[in-house]
Nanobody, 119 residues
């Protein structure tokens, strides 16, 4: 199994920045990709950004240029640097991990961290 623990959320004014962290533990050797999703009240969960074990990144169009996903050298902690935050970025942000087929694990999710952007 894989355990994900997020940190770094909080309240920030529009135009400000926050950095989220997601630490993975357990069978991290099984992880093929990690990413961040978010869910605002009344809306579906959506992908924010992801990074593969090979370092390839992907961003949702609305986050390109403002958010940056990165990871540490051990590939067990993923970061989301969020700049130029807008009130519409307010949501619960969830860390997600995908695993290689041979491990036969489902996707794992963190508990979520609240990000609130005030206008």
């Amino acid at each position: 199994q894989v355990r994900l623990v997020e940190s770094g959320g909080g309240l920030v004014q529009a135009g400000g920045s926050l950095r989220l962290s997601c630490a993975a533990s357990g069978d991290t050797i099984c992880i093929s990709a990690m990413g961040w999703y978010r869910q605002a009240p009344g809306k579906e969960r959506e992908l924010v950004a992801s990074i593969t074990s090979g370092g390839m990144t992907h961003y949702a169009d609305s986050m390109k240029g403002r958010f940056t996903i990165s990871r540490d050298n051990a590939k067990t902690t993923v970061y989301l640097q969020m700049n130029s935050l807008k009130p519409e970025d307010t949501a619960v942000y969830y860390c997600n991990s995908k695993t290689i087929a041979t491990c036969n694990y489902p996707d794992y999710w963190g508990q979520g961290t609240q990000v609130t952007v005030s206008s």
